[in-house]
Structure formats: structure tokens, C-alpha cells
């Protein structure tokens, strides 16, 4: 006889044992001749050797799914436990392909549109991704999610997200507060996404121990930014100049999202954007993605997306007329 303890503290144990324990049973069904315990965070296993080694193979393939994917269904377990015997890891659940983060009580985060889950592709095979599209898209929350997966699967050691403070109607001088409090209020849709995504608990954990940092973009200038997943939130609202230096922190063993909305530009009129530039140049490089999402990604009120269309066309006749004044002006 035989005694060892796994240890599930990387996973969800609601999400290994099942609901009423409906998983762990199907696991004892697999094993009837073990005694299989659980306690907490762990599984106590006793039984002939192997017996043992054989249930810790299955168990470990269960752990490295979870910690991949957050979610598995009581059908998916089945299939895994009942997989040939050679240990090789089993294909993926077809179901689960689309998912992307498991967040607190059980919330699931999924890359909801094909533009969104063409995000999570192009975060396998590239490491800078340029996510340009209109409001409600999906952009920002699919970022930080793609972020948070990786640090989940021990990808990177950290999470950074950053924004440019630049007022968008307000002035920062105007409002209260030191300069933390002032600039906060840019930076919480990004506070905003990881409360969806992590338990509270552990997120302060991570903020204060600055496994996530969030910050201003002016914050990234001089740091070499690696081992990290880094988001460039409202990219729009960056000049050329803040774009190359924040492609420039970016270590060898690091990956880049840049999200932006390139019809709510809010620099100042003798500013240009330097996303509508570097979405340019940058576009044929090999190891840089260039994502285009449309009214199509809109998840948020239906309304929204007839909002988008009434202003992309009325931007439309504001380019033909301008054209025709050209025109008009060169005749001359």
C-alpha cells in the first residue's frame, strides 16, 4: 500500500470536485479499488502503487486543463479520465475553446464575437497586438482577460496595465485630490475588468506585491518590461511618441495588446494620435497582429451599435465634403 497528497491550490476546487461533488465522484468511479479522500485543497490517495500513479496521472492532466482553461464540464471530466492510459494530455474541450478566464463565483469570461477570439489566437502566435475598434467592442475586457489567463498559466510573472491621462472634456487640475486620486478615475475601467476576473482577496494580494500594476503611461518611460503581459489601454489618446517608447520597454519574453478607438481621439488639435501612424507602419512586421473590430463585437445595449453606425456615417459625409473642399480649393 501507497499514500500520497495532491495539492489543487492552482485550480478551483468547486471547479475540480464539481458541484455536490459530482466530479470527485466520477473520479472515485474511475478508481474503485483507491481510497480517495478530500480535504480542503487536497487530495489524500491510498491504495497498490499503481493504482496510485495511474490516478495522479489523470489527476494532473484534470489540474493542467483547469489551469489553462478555468472550466470543466462533468462530461469533458469523463473524457479525460477515460483517456488512453500513455499520460499524453488530452485534446481540448471543444467547449471550452472560446473561454478565456474563470472569475469569481464561478463567472466565466468567454471571447463572446469572432473579432474577440481572433484576439486570443493572435496572443499564441504573436507577441504585440494592435485591438482597434469603436465603444463596446470588447476590446479593453478581452485584453485584461487574455492578461489575466496568462498569469494564471504562470505565462508571465506580471500584469501591466496603462493608460495616457489625457482629459477627455475635464481638466485633471480641476479635480480633487492628490495625484493618484486625479488620475484613478482613467484607470478604472481597468480596476474595473479584474474585479470581474479575480477574487477580491486575491487581487489586492497581487496589487500590493505588484504582480499587477496599474499606471499611467507616462509611468513606463525608462523600464524595461519583461516576464509581463502589458496592455495599452486607449491608445487613441497617445502621441507618436508615447507609442514608440511604449513598444520600446517591451523585454524578449513579454507580450503587448495596444487597444484603441480611433473616433474618440482626445489629444489636443495640434497632437495626432500615434495610433493611426503606428497601426500603419507597423502592420506587415512579423510578431505584430493588427485586429480590426466593428459594430459587429458590440456586447454591450443594442442601441449602441446603431450609435456607432449613425456617427461612422456621418464621419463619412464630413470626409466627402472635406474632399469636395479640397478639390474645390486645388481648381482654384
Known sequence: MTETIINLETVNPIEFFGINNS???????????????SRGTQIKITGQPDEVNAAQVKINQIIQYLERNGHLSDSYFSRILGDDENGD?????????DILVFG??????????????????????NDIIFAIGPAGTGKTYTAVALAVRA???????????????VEAGES?????????????????????????MIPADKLN??????????????????????????????????????????????GPSAKAILTGDLTQIDLPKNQKSGLIKSSKILANIDGIAMIKLDESDVVRH????????????DMEREDELEEKRKTRNIEK
Not at 487640475?173 to 479584474?194: C, M, N, S, T, V
Not at 495599452?232 to 511618441?241: G, I, K, P, S, V
Open 23 to 37: 466530479k470527485f465522484e466520477i473520479l472515485k468511479r474511475k478508481f474503485p479499488l483507491l481510497k480517495l479522500l
Open 89 to 97: 494530455s488530452p485534446i481540448e474541450d471543444p467547449a471550452s475553446n
Open 104 to 125: 469569481p463565483n464561478g463567472k466565466v469570461v468567454r471571447a463572446k464575437t469572432q473579432n474577440q477570439k481572433m484576439m486570443a489566437q493572435a496572443t499564441e502566435k
Open 151 to 165: 498569469l494564471k498559466n504562470k505565462s508571465v510573472r506580471k500584469i501591466i496595465l496603462t493608460r495616457p491621462a
Open 172 to 196: 485633471l487640475g480641476f479635480l480633487p485630490g492628490d495625484l493618484k486620486e486625479k488620475i484613478d478615475p482613467y484607470l478604472r475601467p481597468l480596476y474595473d475588468a479584474l474585479d470581474d
Open 205 to 250: 494580494y497581487y496589487m500590493t506585491n505588484r504582480i499587477i500594476e496599474i499606471a499611467p503611461l507616462a509611468y513606463m518611460r525608462g523600464r524595461t518590461l519583461d516576464n509581463a503581459f502589458i496592455i495599452l489601454d486607449e491608445a487613441q489618446n497617445a502621441t507618436d511618441l508615447q507609442i514608440k517608447m511604449f513598444l520600446t520597454r517591451i
Open 302 to 313: 443594442r442601441l449602441v451599435k446603431l450609435i456607432i453606425r449613425a456617427y461612422d456615417k
